[in-house]
């Protein structure tokens, strides 16, 4: 449980989280291919990590619904907007951490869930042609 949480605060503070070391992304939530430090690949497949930044997306957007349940209502144009502002400047500045979340998340399901295909189990290790570079 202990190894859990450093995973994910190592996603959360957009390391690698495997080794803690090498940094996630090199601009903005472009992500690496590889950690520069343990060399661990960090998205397998391209769109392994999306469903655990659906569910990282919600965790902001679950804080407005939280407020609006405990009675809070907009009774005028500027609480809507400062309302929507709060909800609003957060989710686009957690990006890159809930990116990082997402990225320890799905490591954590290759640890705990083994593939043997998957490198960091024996498998053989995916060599990528970067056509984005
Ligand atoms: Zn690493």
């Not at 190592?10 to 520069?36: H, M, Q, V, Y």
């Not at 397998?44 to 655990?52: A, E, I, L």
């Not at 902001?60 to 809070?72: E, H, K, S, T």
């Amino acid at each position: 449980m202990k190894n859990i949480w450093r995973v994910l605060s190592r996603g959360l503070r957009r390391r690698c989280p495997r080794c803690g070391e090498g940094p996630l992304f090199r601009r903005g939530i472009k992500a690496w291919e590889r950690c520069s430090q343990c060399g661990l690949l960090y998205e397998r497949n391209y769109g392994d990590t999306w469903m655990y930044t659906i569910i990282t997306d919600r965790i902001p957007i679950f804080a407005g619904i939280v407020a609006w349940y405990f009675g809070f209502r907009a009774m005028n144009w500027v609480g809507a907007t400062l309302f929507f502002v709060a909800m609003a400047v957060p989710l686009v500045l957690t990006i890159p951490h809930r990116q990082g979340l997402a990225i320890a998340l799905d490591y954590l399901s290759r640890v705990y869930f083994p593939d043997p295909s998957d490198e960091i189990h024996g498998g053989t290790p995916v060599h990528r042609a970067n056509a984005d570079d």
